[in-house]
């Protein structure tokens, strides 16, 4: 077992949208134990999304996508590439979200080190109404809609 912490490669995916991307990158960058390194896929190849990005001042990789890959092709190739970089651990990120705590991935890092977990997911919550979840999570026949549904 290596006594180096893990590398964590945030991936973010966006698409026509620098000014969130903008406001997404500072808060992963607020983290006391932040990615090191981040990757953009930019699902609209688009100039100023790269000069975004390039004006954050983290190591990143940016890849342009010519065809709007989706959420899901965008974090397919994202991922890819944050494991060809190295990464232990992938952090996934629309541009739109936001960790709700700067303690957010020392939490995740330190959650899935305890419990011995290959995979662990924040809740994602609705930035409009934080009680409400963004995507509802289904527990067996149950479908949780907000924070407390899910006890």
């Not at 006391?32 to 953009?40: E, N, T």
């Not at 919550?125 to 934080?130: F, N, R, V």
Request: glycine share 8%; aromatic share 6%; with cysteine.
């Amino acid at each position: 077992m290596s006594s180096l912490p893990p590398r964590v490669v945030c991936v973010v995916v966006t698409h026509r949208r620098p000014q969130t991307l903008a406001r997404c990158l500072p808060a992963l960058g607020a983290q006391p134990r932040p990615p090191d390194h981040v990757v953009v896929v930019d699902n609209a190849a688009e100039d100023e999304t790269r000069e975004t990005l390039a004006g954050y001042g983290i190591a990143h990789t940016y890849l342009p996508s010519r065809t709007n890959l989706g959420g899901a092709g965008g974090f397919a190739y994202g991922i890819l590439t944050a494991r060809a970089l190295g990464a232990d651990w992938v952090w996934l990120a629309d541009d739109d979200g936001f960790p709700a705590s700067q303690r957010t991935l020392a939490t995740l890092l330190r959650c899935a080190e305890d419990k011995a977990l290959d995979a662990v997911s924040p809740l994602v919550l609705d930035l409009g109404d934080p009680r409400r979840l963004a995507f509802p999570l289904r527990q067996g026949l149950t479908w949780a809609r907000t924070r407390a549904d899910l006890g």
